[in-house]
């Protein structure tokens, strides 16, 4: 029974602070200039490797940025929210 309700508590904590180290700040700047440069380029063979190098300057693998994008858009709906809001901003200010 001890092992269990430590077992459980490990767990709590585990997903509590699966977050953490996750810096949805540079998520959501990163996030905006890729929104852009889709916008502004309608052609992928000049869009992807300017999506590519926003990567390369915010320091951020793809892999992982798609994996804490997703893990926190998920989990957060406040990160969710601030996601939308985001992309109404960028869009309106294109039309």
């Known amino acids: 029974m001890k092992m269990k309700t430590?077992?459980?508590?490990f767990l709590?904590?585990?997903?509590a602070s699966c977050?953490?180290?996750?810096?949805?700040k540079k998520i959501l700047?990163?996030?905006k200039d890729?929104?852009?440069?889709?916008?502004?380029e309608?052609?992928?063979s000049i869009a992807n490797p300017k999506v590519r190098d926003l990567f390369t300057t915010y320091n951020y693998p793809e892999e992982t940025f798609k994996k804490d994008f997703y893990?926190?858009?998920?989990?957060d709906e406040k990160f969710a929210n601030k996601i939308d809001s985001l992309?109404?901003?960028?869009?309106d200010g294109n039309r």
Do not use: H
């Open 6 to 9: 430590i077992y459980i508590l």
């Open 34 to 40: 890729i929104l852009i440069v889709r916008l502004q």
């Open 42 to 44: 309608d052609d992928t």
């Open 29 to 31: 700047e990163l996030y």
């Open 19 to 24: 977050n953490k180290g996750i810096d949805d």
């Open 71 to 75: 893990f926190l858009a998920s989990k």
């Open 87 to 91: 992309r109404r901003f960028i869009l």
């Open 12 to 15: 709590i904590f585990l997903f």
